[in-house]
């Protein structure tokens, strides 16, 4: 079951972003899970010069853009700066 505060949370979200969908009628809210896995994606070096970024799942087209700046991070700086993936490690 779809938790009503956090769809009235995306709804506002959609607003701000995108006033003209306020107009339009909702027609589902529905909870989503994976039922395999951990869920996490994971991102760093598995040798040395050698990364992974991997486990997006069905969340890649949410999760792909920052997945991409992290690991063009750890590429060009060697280190992740926007976010803190310590928990995502290979």
Known sequence: MADPAACASIVSQVGRLAPGFLDGAIEARQACFLPVGSGEPVIGEV?????????NSCWGICNGPGMGRVVSELVLDGRARSADISKLSP
């Open 47 to 55: 040798a040395p010069g050698v990364l992974v970024a991997s486990g």
